[in-house]
């Protein structure tokens, strides 16, 4: 089972800052910002190439929580990244969408 998986299950500890029935958000343990969430599904989903018609309920309801989520880490401005597959630097083979902020940011996305 993968790594997100066990932290939805309970297996893995983790500090959450949202739950519902279809996501979960948490600290990423490597921060990139002084705000580093994780927005997951609680749906194994590999990667955005995976989403369809019948699981993209999933990714609405991310995005539709996402500001609240923001919201409640104090910060009104964020960026939102997803990565989908290897080459984008994808670690975890389980949708996730890191919400980063509490810094002013460039415009560019690469190093």
């Known amino acids: 089972m993968c790594v997100f998986c066990e932290?939805?299950?309970g297996n893995i500890p983790s500090t959450k800052v949202y739950e519902d029935d279809m996501m979960v958000a948490f600290k990423d343990l490597n921060p990139q910002a002084p705000?580093?969430?994780?927005?997951?599904?609680?749906?194994?989903i590999c990667c955005a190439n995976a989403i369809t018609a019948e699981n993209s309920k999933y990714v609405a309801h991310i995005f539709e929580k996402l500001p609240e989520i923001a919201?409640?880490?104090?910060i009104d401005s964020y960026r939102i990244i997803n990565n989908?597959?290897?080459?984008?630097?994808?670690t975890v083979k389980h949708l996730h969408f890191h919400l980063l902020g509490g810094i002013k940011m460039e415009e560019g996305l690469l190093k």
């Not at 919201?71 to 104090?74: A, E, N, P, T, V």
């Not at 989908?84 to 994808?90: I, M, W």
């Open 7 to 9: 932290i939805i299950n």
């Open 35 to 44: 705000v580093h969430v994780l927005a997951v599904p609680k749906e194994h």
């Open 71 to 74: 919201k409640s880490q104090g």
């Open 84 to 90: 989908c597959g290897d080459d984008a630097g994808q």
